[in-house]
């Protein structure tokens, strides 16, 4: 990973969903750069987890700035205890820099008429109204402040619906649609906006949309090298590490055998 690491010294990083996957990924490499983290998730246990490896990626960075963290459990789709989050925020780490919206889930797929109500409502919860709500949270005060950066992970599945992903694909195109609405708004700013959209990418992703089957996860990626959070963790770190004039407004990222939503070669079995 190649970027001006200190343009990342010190800044303070709000990072939803950083229990797993690609927020968790992206907290160790701030984390690495010098960054303060502030880590959000439903999964406390595993909130600490994360929390001790960018302590300890900190540590061994060697760098003398940063390296706060603090976790708190926080179901984004949660109206009050998004509203209520500065009452558990440490002061030192209230003054955030950069918002990561990773939170957001798929379960199923199902059809439309047969979709169960309560995936529907979920999936739009989360996905939409929650980095929603903690994109205003976060917003009053880039504007107050005049700088700030919202990195939202969208996906491929807000370019390109298919069949079976009804719901998630429109979750993830209203994502695209508020980001692009939200970067106009604030072209008079210095506040930076970017969407990240991945493609494949093995996480627990797959295996939270089979419910758990996990056969019918791996399946998703036979065949093929899928890109990691890992991965999606440089993109987002890079983008957040541009020079202050530099926005990457959208980057849309695939593994090599993959061009677009149903559009993959698999390797024989």
């Known amino acids: 990973m190649v970027f001006n690491v200190s343009r990342l010294l010190g800044k303070t990083v709000l990072i939803t969903g950083a229990s797993s996957g690609i927020g968790a990924a992206a907290a160790v490499l701030f984390a690495k750069a010098g960054s303060n983290i502030l880590l959000l998730a439903r999964r406390e246990d595993a909130l600490k987890a994360v929390q001790q490896a960018c302590v300890d990626a900190h540590k061994a960075s060697g760098l003398d700035k940063g390296g706060q963290f603090a976790s708190i459990q926080l ?19 209230r003054n955030v820099d950069i918002l990561v919206n990773n939170a957001g889930y798929v379960v199923g797929r199902e059809h439309v008429g047969d979709i169960d109500e309560a995936e529907i409502e979920g ?14 949270l976060l917003l009053k005060d880039f504007k107050a402040r005049k700088s700030g950066h919202v990195i939202n992970i969208g996906s491929v599945a807000g370019r390109q619906p298919y069949a079976g992903g009804s719901i998630y694909t429109a979750t993830k195109h209203a994502v695209y649609a508020f ?3 939200m970067r106009m708004e604030l072209v008079n700013t210095p506040i930076r906006v970017t969407e990240i959209q991945p493609g494949m990418v093995e996480t627990e992703f797959s295996l939270v949309r089979f419910r758990g089957d996990e056969q019918a996860a791996k399946n998703v990626y036979a065949g093929l090298q899928p890109l990691t959070g890992e991965d999606i963790a440089e993109e987002i770190v890079w983008a957040a590490a541009r020079p202050p004039h530099v926005n990457i407004a959208e980057t849309l990222i695939f593994p090599v055998n993959q061009a677009a939503v149903t559009v993959v070669h698999r390797a024989p079995m």
């Open 123 to 136: 999936m739009f919860a989360t996905n939409v109204l929650g980095l929603i709500a903690m994109t205003q």
């Open 179 to 181: 980001t692009a609405s």
């Open 75 to 93: 179901d984004v789709s949660d109206k009050t205890a998004v509203a209520n989050l500065w009452s558990k925020v440490p002061s030192s780490l």
